[in-house]
């Protein structure tokens, strides 16, 4: 759902955190911002390890 969502509902951490939760993938089009959250990208990688992949290169390095 969030590949036809606004640029300001990428950004939305509420909208987003829903989207990882239902899809990891959804990660992939999340604001740069989410991608290097802890709780959106944990959220997504509950889901679905792989999703680590779209997280922030920070974030990535913190989590491996």
Same mark, same amino acid.
């Given at each position: 759902?969030?590949?036809? $969502?606004?640029?300001?509902?990428?950004?939305?951490?509420?909208v987003v955190m829903e989207?990882?939760q239902q899809n990891a993938?959804?990660?992939?089009l999340v604001s740069k911002?989410?991608?290097?959250?802890?709780? &959106? &990208?944990? $959220?997504? &990688?509950?889901?679905?390890?792989?999703?680590?992949?779209?997280?922030?290169?920070?974030?990535?390095?913190?989590?491996?």
């Amino acid at each position: 759902a969030l590949k036809y $969502a606004s640029k300001e509902l990428k950004g939305d951490k509420e909208v987003v955190m829903e989207a990882v939760q239902q899809n990891a993938w959804a990660l992939k089009l999340v604001s740069k911002d989410l991608k290097g959250d802890k709780e &959106v &990208v944990l $959220a997504a &990688v509950r889901q679905d390890g792989m999703a680590l992949m779209y997280a922030s290169k920070e974030l990535q390095a913190k989590l491996s």
